[in-house]
């Protein structure tokens, strides 16, 4: 399957910073890529869509503004978390879309402090 | 609505039997299915996907479609240890959604005992 890579893998940060978070296609473009978030023993909830070259879609309840996704090329996409908070603590995990699937990258996690 | 539902489990089995996990869908228009596993701590990482009515086998693992009954299974035979994990049943709707977003069911934990 086509690798999608993500960076970094864990970060630490203090409440109120930001943190930016990268999701790299590594073998293939993906004009659309999505991120979601997972809680622990929870499903993956679907954040956004990100389009390259557009604004990004939100689901319902995702505050865009604090959530900011640029997807610049057809390899990347960021997710930059503005003023994290304690709850936003989370395992943050982007996809690319291939022909018909959607490959993972490996995750994010995420501690606000 | 297009809801994607699991038997959330837990589901345990012994090693070397057969795991059979089921999903089963909402919306009729559906056109491609997906079936991914999730390691704790880890990201999802594709092992089937399935487009027509019928059996798909891919070497201990089969998936079987339904789109009549609105139905998509996961066959994992003799099973390991290794592969105890979360499996999410993935589906593509038809029309009116977003490109190539895939709805996810809740998952099903399988345990495989030795």
């Known amino acids: 399957g086509a690798v999608v890579s993500q960076h970094p893998s864990w970060v630490i940060c203090k409440s109120g910073t930001s943190v930016k978070i990268e999701c790299r296609s590594l073998?293939?473009?993906?004009?659309?890529m999505f991120w979601y978030r997972q809680f622990p023993k929870q499903s993956l909830m679907l954040m956004a869509t990100?389009?390259?070259?557009?604004?990004?879609?939100?689901e319902q309840g995702v505050e865009k503004d604090k959530f900011l996704i640029n997807h610049a090329s057809l390899t990347l996409s960021t997710l930059t978390v503005t003023s994290a908070h304690p709850e936003d603590s989370s395992f943050y995990i982007c996809?690319?879309?291939?022909?018909?699937?959607?490959?993972f990258g490996p995750g994010t996690r995420l501690t606000v402090l | 609505q297009k809801e994607v539902e699991q038997n959330s489990g837990p589901l345990s089995v012994p090693e070397g039997a057969i795991a059979s996990l089921n999903c089963t869908y909402s919306?009729?228009?559906?056109?491609?299915f997906f079936w991914y596993r999730q390691y704790s701590g880890k990201s999802p990482e594709l092992i089937m996907f399935?487009?027509?009515?019928g059996d798909k086998e891919d070497g201990r693992f089969t998936a079987q479609l339904n789109k009549a009954s609105q139905y998509v299974s996961l066959l994992i035979r003799d099973s390991q240890p290794s592969d105890s994990a979360t499996y999410l049943c993935?589906?593509?709707?038809?029309?009116?959604?977003?490109?190539?977003?895939?709805?996810f069911g809740r998952g099903t934990q399988l345990t495989v005992w030795p």
């Open positions: 996809s690319a879309r291939g022909r018909n699937e959607q490959f």
């Open positions: 073998d293939f473009q993906a004009t659309t």
């Open positions: 990100s389009n390259e070259g557009s604004k990004a879609t939100y």
């Open positions: 919306d009729r228009g559906s056109q491609s």
């Open positions: 399935i487009y027509s009515n």
């Open positions: 993935a589906v593509k709707p038809g029309r009116g959604s977003t490109l190539g977003r895939l709805y």
